[in-house]
């Protein structure tokens, strides 16, 4: 079994869709939940990183840690255009430095 | 954001050649780490790096793989004996301190064609 499991997608959607971007994971040292964006030949960008269970926001994003069940979902509200790039979950444990990456989902916000 | 900058962007190389992969370092951030990720697949990470010492390393990072700063500003990674499978693209990533909350940033990667 994976350490990081993410919903593979690919995943197309109208502008203005909500987007829900999903990933389990099966290690409980997990402290530390991270969601990146990438674009195409580029480094990843961190997005936003949460540490607890429940829901935080920035702006259109909303990230969201349900410890008990092991998942992690990102929210996209208003989708743009621009939001269109590769997304990667990715999560840490005690060992401060390792990040854990899920398999990214693609998705293309179509105008 | 702080800027991370890799260089060379693109290596081609023999099978069996050395590389070296380097990272241009933000003047205050002491931690390094350096992760790959095989042409659609996902990021894995190789390495961690503080204080002149691999603090962490995986499975992938075998005796072929080692890293150093050898004049304390650039942050190398060296292959050996490069194999097929090493073809992929090689992110540094950089951050302030070492704690479980603390920010990498990413470069923009090597691009590291074997043949």
């Known amino acids: 079994q994976k350490e990081v499991e993410q919903d593979p997608g690919p995943l197309s959607v109208p502008e203005g869709a909500i987007v829900s971007l999903n990933c389990t994971y099966s290690n409980s040292a997990f402290q530390y939940f991270m969601w990146y964006r990438q674009y195409s030949r580029k480094g990843p960008e961190l997005l936003m990183y949460?540490?607890?269970?429940g829901n935080k926001e920035d702006g259109r994003f909303t990230a969201q840690v349900d410890k008990s069940s092991k998942y992690i979902s990102l929210f996209i509200r208003d989708s743009q255009p621009s939001d269109s790039a590769t997304y990667l979950c990715a999560m840490r444990g005690t060992n401060a430095g390792k990040s854990t990456f899920g398999d990214g989902t693609t998705l293309t916000v179509k105008p | 954001e702080p800027e991370v900058t890799q260089t060379p962007s693109h290596q081609v190389t023999q099978m069996g050649q050395e590389v070296i992969l380097r990272c241009v370092p933000i003047s205050n951030h002491l931690y390094f780490y350096w992760y790959r990720q095989i042409l659609g697949q996902k990021v894995e990470f190789l390495v961690s790096f503080y204080n002149n010492e691999i603090s962490e390393k995986s499975e992938i990072f075998d005796d072929q793989f080692s890293v150093e700063r050898p004049d304390g500003s650039n942050f190398t990674l060296k292959i050996r004996s490069t194999k097929l499978e090493d073809s992929a693209m090689y992110f540094c990533a950089r951050s302030l301190a070492g704690g479980m909350g603390e920010t990498q940033y990413f470069g923009p990667g090597t691009r590291l064609l074997v043949l």
């Open positions: 949460t540490y607890s269970s």
